[in-house]
């Protein structure tokens, strides 16, 4: 067998070989970005359109996909927590809010145009429902006491001269 290198110079293995990798593609969009460039494609194109850029390869074109955002909050053990939900995955946005902080978060968040709604959790469901099973069983209609007074003038209701 002959020796490659004696047919083709060093510099045609290098055109070839450039000519050859000029058609590659990564697996991938996002197989050859750092850790710290997928979080920021993944803070440009929503969590969601991230992972479905990470799963399309080479061949399939990428479509970009209008992420449907929603916030919801509700009463964690340490205080407040809010979620965003963004195409129907929860992600963890703040925990551990006082009712303050709270109202700045989501004022801010509704400025942005977000819709915004409370989530019941078990415990407040339980609650809520213990609270309905107990008004339904001893209601609490309240009556002002009436005076002898009243009853007198109401006895003289229908009473003409």
């Known amino acids: 067998m002959e ?5 083709f110079s060093e510099k045609q293995l290098q055109r070839m070989a ?3 990798l000029a058609g590659y593609r990564a697996p991938t969009a996002l197989s050859g970005l750092g850790e ?3 979080r920021m494609a993944a803070k440009l194109l929503g969590a969601s359109n991230a992972e479905r850029l990470a799963r399309t ?5 990428f479509k970009y996909r209008r992420p449907t955002h929603v916030i919801e909050y509700y ?7 809010v979620d965003l939900i963004e195409n129907g995955k929860r992600l963890p946005f703040k925990s551990n809010l006082d009712d303050e902080k709270l109202a700045l978060v989501l004022a801010a ?4 145009g977000v819709p915004v709604r409370r989530f019941e959790t078990e415990g407040e469901k339980q609650d809520r429902h213990e609270r309905e099973r107990r008004l339904e069983t001893n209601p609490t209609i309240k009556s002002k006491p009436k005076s002898a ?5 109401d006895e003289l209701r229908g009473f003409r001269l």
């Open 149 to 153: 007074r009243f009853d007198v003038l």
């Open 36 to 38: 710290k460039e997928q």
């Open 18 to 20: 450039e000519k050859l």
């Open 57 to 61: 390869g080479g061949n399939k074109p």
């Open 75 to 81: 009463m964690g053990a340490w205080g407040w927590a």
């Open 3 to 7: 020796d490659l290198n004696d047919e």
């Open 109 to 112: 968040i509704k400025q942005k």
